[in-house]
């Protein structure tokens, strides 16, 4: 079965970028999507086929998608930013998403 | 406003059986693709089922595959999602979520309900 694959934790200072990976075979022939979710509430979807933002997610949120990895930047870093980020794809009609990424701000 | 509303979960023995219920409002729920997505305790999300506008495509996860159905009422705006011989595996928060475009399956999940807790204990 198809798998996605991320760091466990990433930590940035507030106003630096932020950078998240997730990777998986030729990820990069699909569709990356990226998901955040707080404490207690639903997820949010930030980035949608690959790079593009949903209306409402902040200008620094930004992805790409190439090769075996996507990558999900936020840049200027904003403390209401820490969360878990999940990376998402599509294989054979089902979705597979990522073990998740917490973001810490310090 | 565009909102997904989830009920039907508790505490359920092994082996029993739970549905759950989505409803939706505040977009046109006939014309797109459907899926649940759990999260069990302090874990990360994963994919349960999808089902398509009309109620003609579904696929599960292996996980779930010959134990859950996934099924909609677009009469009634509501998804549904009938879930037997439960596992304490199966301990999870369930959400119901919306695809982002119309008409397709495989596409990012845009809305999300609030989710519905499932614990299966004896």
């Known amino acids: 079965s198809y798998e996605l694959t991320q760091p466990p934790s990433v930590s940035v200072s507030p106003g630096q970028t932020a950078s998240i990976t997730c990777s998986g075979a030729?990820?990069?022939?699909?569709?990356a999507y990226w998901y955040q979710q707080k404490p207690g509430q639903s997820p949010v979807l930030v980035i949608y086929h690959d790079s593009k933002r949903p209306s409402g997610i902040p200008e620094r949120f930004s992805g790409s998608n190439s090769g075996n990895t996507a990558t999900l930047t936020i840049s200027g870093t904003q403390a209401m930013d820490e969360a878990d980020y999940y990376c998402?794809?599509?294989?054979?009609?089902?979705?597979?998403f990522g073990g998740g990424t917490k973001l810490t701000v310090l | 406003q565009v909102q997904l509303v989830e009920s039907g979960g508790g505490v359920v023995q092994p082996g029993r059986s739970l549905r759950l219920s989505c409803a939706a409002s505040g977009f046109t729920f006939s014309t797109y693709g459907m899926h649940w997505v759990r999260q069990a305790p302090g874990k990360g999300l994963e994919w349960v089922a999808v089902?398509?506008?009309?109620?003609?495509?579904?696929y599960y996860a292996d996980s779930v595959k010959g134990r859950f159905t996934i099924s909609r009422d677009n009469s009634k705006n509501t998804l549904y999602l009938q879930m037997n011989s439960l596992r304490a595996e199966d301990t999870a928060v369930y959400y119901c979520a919306k695809t982002y475009s119309s008409g397709s399956l495989a596409d990012a999940f845009d809305i999300w309900g609030q989710g519905t807790m499932v614990t299966v204990s004896s």
């Open positions: 998402q794809a599509w294989d054979s009609s089902t979705a597979v």
């Open positions: 089902v398509s506008y009309d109620g003609s495509d579904k």
């Open positions: 030729k990820l990069g022939d699909k569709y």
